[in-house]
DNA sequence: TTCCTTGCAAACGATTTGCATTGGA
DNA sequence: TCCAATGCAAATCGTTTGCAAGGAA
C-alpha cells in the first residue's frame, strides 16, 4: 500500500471511530509503517529522537490499537512489540530469532499460506474453536546470527 | 508420559545440569505438568494458595527454564507464561482465545504436523532463516465464548 | 564447612494514570 | 467554546535482585 493510500485508509478508519489522526499519531504509524518488523515503545521513542514522550506514545499505541490499526505483538521479553493491522500491512508471519531478539516478518507466497489458511480452518472445527486469525511464529536464527 | 517418567526425565535433566531438583521447583513442575495450557507466575502462585513466595517461583520458572525444562510463552497481556518443555511434553501448538485470554494447547494429528513441518522447513530455506522450533498461534474464540 | 536455595523486602523496568495545559473542530 | 490530546510526574504491576537464614552434600 501506498504511503498515501495508508494515510487516506487510515483516517478513513480514525474518523469511524471519532478519534483524531493527530500528528503525534501519524508519526507513530509512519515510524511503524517503516519498520520491516514490530517495534516496541521504546524503540519507536529511540528513532524519534526522544522527541515524543513515552507516556504520549503509550497513549497513541493504545489509541491505534482500539481503532484496529495497529496490533501488538509479543515475541519474546517483557516488551510489547507493535505493528500495523493486517488490512494495512498484509498478512504474514514472524521470523523470531533466538539469538539477537530481532522479529522479521515474512510474507508467504500465495500457495503456502493457503496451506496454512487451510490448516487453520481443519484445526478450529477439529477443536471447537472459531479462528479469527493466526500466525505461524518461527524461531531459529537469522542470518546475522546464523 | 507418565508422572513418574515425568520426574525421572527432570531429575536427570537437571542432575546434568547440576541444579538440585528441590521440592519448590517439583511443585512448580506438578503445577504446569497438571495444566493444560501455559501458566503465569502469578497463576502458579494462585494455585499454591500463595504457599510459594512469588519471588521463589520466579526463581524456579527461571532456572528450570535454562536447563530447558520449562518453555516461555508470550501469549498476550504482559504476563509471561510458562509450560513443560517440548521434550516432556510433546510438540504441539496454541489457540488463543480473543475474549478471555485462556491459551489452550492443540497437538495435530500426525499429517497436519508434517504439513505444518514442511512448510517451516520450506520457508526457512527460503528466508535464509535456520528454524529451531515453530509454533501455530491461532487466535479466535473458545468453545466458552463463542 | 561450603555452596545452593529460599524468603523477605527493596529495586527495576515497562506501562498506566491523574492532572493541568494545549490544540483542534 | 469545548472536548480531545499532550506532557509531566507519580503510581502500578510484573519481574528481578541483595542479603541474611536455612538445607543439602
Redesign the pocket.
Known amino acids: 500500500m501506498t504511503r498515501n493510500n495508508l494515510d487516506r485508509e487510515i483516517t478513513q478508519r480514525l474518523n469511524d471511530h ?3 489522526y ?4 501519524q508519526t507513530v504509524v509512519d515510524v511503524l509503517s517503516a519498520s520491516d518488523g514490530p517495534l ?3 524503540e519507536i521513542h529511540g528513532k524519534l529522537r526522544g ?6 506514545l ?6 491505534l490499537e482500539e481503532a484496529g490499526v495497529l496490533v501488538p505483538h509479543f515475541g519474546h ?4 512489540r507493535y505493528e500495523l493491522a493486517e488490512w494495512l500491512r498484509g498478512h504474514h508471519h514472524h521470523l523470531v530469532c533466538l539469538d539477537c531478539g530481532s522479529v522479521d516478518d515474512i510474507e508467504l507466497p500465495e500457495n503456502l499460506e493457503s496451506e496454512v489458511t487451510q490448516l487453520v480452518t481443519g484445526i478450529g472445527s477439529m477443536a471447537k474453536f472459531s479462528p479469527v486469525n493466526h500466525s505461524l511464529e518461527i524461531e531459529g536464527r537469522c542470518v546475522r546470527c546464523a
Open positions: 471519532h478519534i483524531r493527530t500528528k503525534g499519531r516496541s515503545a521504546a522527541r515524543v514522550p513515552l507516556s504520549s503509550y497513549r497513541s499505541l493504545s489509541v521479553k517483557t516488551v510489547t
